[in-house]
């Protein structure tokens, strides 16, 4: 995992600060574009998980008989047309909600 120490560092100073002066639908769109991008290729898939993800067992769920990494998921509505299905497991969250559907 990337330090934890300079991931808070560029969301502080450069992230938050350029994506709080637009407007949220533009960034939330932006967001999708780069993610799916990213989520094309294998190389990138590797990269974003040597900086983002975070694996450990404690954090293994179990739920309704369905085996999960991690309990941290990504809501429905934020990728409603399950465009980031390929990014998702290698920036760490355990599942996603497309619309009606947890996978």
Known sequence: MFAPEIQSWLYTYIAKPIFFRQDPEDV?????????????????RSVMAVMMS?????????????????????AAGF?????LTQ??????FGFEEI???TG
């Open 28 to 44: 939330h769109d932006r967001v999708l574009w780069i993610g799916k991008l990213l989520g094309r290729y294998q190389a990138t």
């Open 54 to 74: 975070y694996q450990d067992p404690v954090l293994s769920q179990s739920v309704s008989g369905i085996t999960l990494p991690n309990p941290v998921g990504l």
């Open 79 to 83: 990728d409603k047309n399950a465009e």
């Open 87 to 92: 990014l998702l497991p290698s920036v760490g």
């Open 99 to 101: 619309g009606s559907i």
